[in-house]
Structure formats: C-alpha cells, structure tokens
C-alpha cells in the first residue's frame, strides 16, 4: 500500500500520556527523516505542559484538531485501546497513516475494522509491537532461522506475578478494566509475547484456553492458562498469572528444538539464552535505549517514504488479538 509521497514524516500525538515521555515521544524526534510537530490531550495544560518540555510546536485538547492540522501527515494514536478503532477510522478518513499503541484494539472485530478502513482510505496501518525491532529478540529469530536448535518443537511462556509487583498495581489502573482495555494484564503484557512468537515462527493457527479471575480484586482475568498450534505445526504453551507468591516470581520465554534451545525474557531483562546440545550454554547480553520504540519507528517512518518495510502491521497485530481471543474463551469469527 502507497501513501501520498512525503519526504518527512511529520507526526502528530493523541494521547501524550506516561507512554509518551520516554519510549515513544523522544523516538519521534529522534528517527531519521522525522519529527513531532504537534500533540493532544483532552486536558489542554497538560497538552501545552507535555509540548512545552519536548519542544513540540503545537498542542491540542480536541482530537479532530490535531488530525486535520495541515502540517500533521502521520498519527500516532498513544491512548488506552477503547479509542483505538475511533480515532484510527478518524485518521485513516483523513488520508493519514496510523501508529497504533498496543494491544491495537479491545477485540478482534475492532482490529479488522481499522484495518478495513486503513485499506479503503489506502493510508498504511501500523501497531506499536516494538519488541519484533529490537536486538534481543533479533538474536533470537537469528538463532532459530540459521538452525543452531534444530527444528522447532514447542514454546512455553512462564509469566507470575504477585498481586502487588513492578508490574502489577491496583489502583486506578485502566489496564484492569476490560471495558477500557479489552482484558487484563493478559492483554496487556501477553500481546507482547504473542505477538513477538509471530514474528519469530510464524501465525498461530489454533488456540483454546482458561481465563479466570481467581483473587476477585478487579474486574478483569487475573490467570490464564493457554495452549496454541502455529502454521508450522509447532505447539506452544503459556501460563499467564498475576495473582501468585512473592516466592514464584517468574517471566521467562524457552523455545525448544530438535538440538538445543534458547530463552529470554520480555520485562526487563533483555538477555538471551542458548543451550545448545553437547556444548556450553552461551549467553548474550543487549543494551537497550530508553527510547525502546526507536528501532521499530525508524521502520515505521521508512515505510511511509517508501525507503523500506514495517514489521508490526494492522495485519499482524490483528492476529495477537485473534490469538488472545481464543486463550479466553472469547467469541471471534
């Protein structure tokens, strides 16, 4: 898919929020042939606040504003995902490509009706999956595509967390809403994972699972449990907890093959694993930006000048939440 050609990706931010101030904002800024001229929250002094301290142009507090701005030729839609479809049809009517945060909508429906609507207004569709850009997860798509585990024989996702933890919070919290979020910290965190596994094997073709809210402190599954069988008939398991002891504390990836196999985690810890039959285990170790999202918006903004190709799609990412779909027992076409 084309897009009028540009020779600067001039984006525009709804939804300058915490996200913004350190992964994706600066990253904005920091890509070649890119910059961040203008950015809107529904709070105007915290729009002018956020604009002021990155030295951005313009703020907004009315979305339509922002996407209309002759200036503003790309969106970056930075909010919670109950917005996601509206203001991506939104900008997708505009003509204007569309960088989605993750996960890209509460449900698969919503994800294939913006991408229905991306591929009508023929603007190109992209979704924040940062992680398939960056060089831990690279390594790994290296290890298993030049053969040193063998072939490919299972997944399993290990993901306990505690109640209370550097990554789960209770309080005030939107990512515990499924109204808002589409699910819990399944979504939330999971989407990541799953997400990254397609990029590194390929689509999940068949997926069942338990999703059950066991400690009843909000409203959203607090434990999931799901099996799931890729196009290249590799079957993969994940455990998805967020209601354990301090004691089971544990977020780790393993990729088992026919030779050896690789492990990583996703939060935190960007290093990587490979045990490798006969021989010593080998670990590789990756300093990454604060600017996480550097690497996949250089690829973002490549694709929109037509320099090269985006990795993370409409298409792609509409899969995680298929995926996500069926672990929870949700209804999808």
Not at 18 to 35: D, F, I, R, T, W
Not at 75 to 98: D, F, Q, W
Request: hydrophobic fraction near 40%; proline fraction near 4%.
């Amino acid at each position: 898919m084309s897009n009028k050609k540009i020779k600067e990706v001039c984006w525009g931010i709804i939804g300058a929020g915490n996200v913004c101030e350190v992964k994706s904002g600066p990253a904005l800024q920091l890509a070649n042939n890119s910059k961040l001229i203008a950015v809107m929250r529904r709070n105007s002094e915290k729009a002018k606040d956020f604009a002021l301290r990155h030295h951005v142009r313009k703020w907004y507090d009315n979305v339509d504003e922002l996407i209309h701005d002759p200036n503003v030729n790309a969106i970056y839609v930075s909010t919670p995902p109950n917005s996601h479809k509206e203001y991506t049809l939104k900008a997708a009517a505009a003509g204007k490509p569309v960088y989605v945060e993750k996960p890209m909508a509460r449900s698969h429906q919503e994800c294939i009706s913006m991408v229905n609507a991306c591929n009508k207004a023929n603007v190109n569709l992209y979704v924040a999956y940062y992680r398939r850009a960056l060089p831990n997860i690279l390594k790994v798509k290296e290890i298993i595509d030049s053969d040193i585990i063998g072939d490919v024989r299972l997944v399993n996702i290990k993901l306990q967390k505690p109640l209370h933890s550097e990554i789960v919070g209770l309080n005030d919290n939107w990512r515990i809403n499924p109204e808002i979020a589409g699910g819990g910290y399944f979504y939330d965190l999971a989407s990541h994972q799953l997400d990254a596994l397609d990029f590194l094997l390929g689509p999940i073709k068949e997926a069942q699972g338990y999703a059950l809210n066991q400690s009843n402190n909000y409203l959203a599954e607090d434990i999931t449990v799901g099996s799931f069988l890729f196009e290249k008939n590799v079957v993969g398991h994940g455990v998805w907890a967020f209601n354990t002891c301090h004691s089971s504390n544990i977020e780790l990836t393993t990729i088992v093959g026919s030779k050896g196999q690789v492990s990583f985690p996703f939060f935190g810890d960007h290093s990587v694993v490979l045990e490798v039959d006969g021989k010593p285990k080998e670990a590789f170790h990756f300093n990454i930006s604060k600017h996480i999202q550097l690497p996949l918006i250089q690829t973002v903004v490549d694709d929109i000048l037509g320099n090269g190709k985006c990795i993370s799609t409409g298409k792609s990412a509409s899969r995680t939440n298929w995926v996500m779909e069926k672990i929870c027992n949700r209804i999808v076409d």
